[in-house]
C-alpha cells in the first residue's frame, strides 16, 4: 500500500547512457513533482506536472524530460547521463491547494561513472 | 524570492535532551510551513504542517514547532530527544504549487 513509489532504488550507469526512473503514486493527488537531492542534502525541486500538465520546469538541462502519462505517473527520462547527474531522485506528490504538503517517495540513488 | 534558512549544519544533543531546530523564511504572503523528516536511505517524512489558526502546532513523534510572523521563523522542538530521532531535518514553505525547502540540520544524538 505504498502511497509514492520509485523504481528503481538504486541506478549505476556510465556516462553517455540513457536511462529513466518511473514513479506512482496511490493517494489521488493531481500533482507529482520531481526533486534532485545532492550530496550535500539540499534538496531542489526539478519539474511538477499538474493533471498531465507541465507547470513547474526549473533549468534543468533538456537531457531530463519528465513524461507524465496519467495524474499518477511521473516517469523521467535522462539522456547522455554526465558525471554531475550522480545524485538522489526523489518523486513526490501533493493535491492542488497550497494546504496540501508534499508526500515523497523513498528516491532513486543514481551514480554515473 | 522565497528562501528558507536553517542556521544550523549539525546538532549534536544528549538522549532525553530537548531540542530545538531553527528555521527562518522568506515569503510576502501568509506563509505554508512544514517541517520533514529524513533518516538514512529514505525519503522524506512530513512532521507537521502550519497554515493557519493557532501558531503552535503538533506532529507526530512528539514534535511540534512554532510560528512567530514576526521572527519570520518555525522552529521545532521536541522536550526528550531519542536515539531514533537521529536524521536529516528540513523545514519548509508552500507556495503556489511550489515548495522551497531549506538546506536541513543533521541532528546526532549521544546515548
Known amino acids: 500500500d505504498t502511497a509514492v513509489s520509485q523504481t528503481p532504488k538504486y541506478l549505476v550507469t556510465q556516462m553517455g547512457n540513457d536511462k529513466s526512473i518511473k514513479c506512482e503514486q496511490n493517494?489521488?493527488?493531481?500533482?507529482m513533482y520531481w526533486y534532485k537531492q545532492d550530496s550535500k542534502k539540499f534538496l531542489k525541486i526539478m519539474f511538477s506536472?499538474?493533471?498531465?500538465?507541465?507547470?513547474i520546469n526549473e533549468t534543468v538541462p533538456n537531457r531530463f524530460s519528465p513524461k507524465s502519462p496519467d495524474k499518477a505517473h511521473l516517469n523521467l527520462h535522462i539522456n547522455s547521463l554526465e558525471l554531475g547527474d550522480s545524485a538522489v531522485y526523489f518523486c513526490?506528490?501533493?493535491?492542488?491547494?497550497?494546504?496540501?504538503?508534499?508526500?515523497f517517495g523513498n528516491g532513486t540513488r543514481l551514480t554515473v561513472t | 524570492a522565497q528562501s528558507v534558512t536553517q542556521p544550523d549544519i549539525h546538532i549534536t544533543v544528549s538522549e532525553g535532551a530537548s531540542l530545538e531546530l531553527r528555521c527562518n523564511y522568506s515569503?510576502?504572503?501568509?506563509?505554508?510551513l512544514f517541517w520533514y523528516v529524513q533518516s538514512p536511505g529514505q525519503g522524506l517524512q512530513l512532521l507537521l504542517k502550519?497554515?493557519?489558526?493557532?501558531?503552535l502546532v503538533q506532529g507526530i513523534k512528539g514534535f511540534e514547532a512554532e510560528f512567530k510572523r514576526s521572527q519570520s521563523s518555525f522552529n521545532l522542538r521536541k522536550p526528550s530527544v531519542h536515539w531514533s530521532d537521529a536524521a536529516e531535518y528540513f523545514c519548509?514553505?508552500?507556495?503556489?504549487?511550489?515548495?522551497?525547502f531549506g538546506p536541513g540540520t543533521r541532528l546526532s544524538v549521544l546515548p
Open positions: 519548509a514553505v508552500g507556495y503556489g504549487q511550489n515548495f522551497v
Open positions: 506536472y499538474n493533471n498531465k500538465e507541465l507547470i
Open positions: 493517494l489521488g493527488h493531481d500533482t
Open positions: 513526490a506528490s501533493s493535491q492542488r491547494g497550497r494546504d496540501s504538503p508534499l508526500h
Open positions: 502550519y497554515f493557519s489558526g493557532d501558531t
Open positions: 515569503y510576502g504572503a501568509t506563509p505554508y
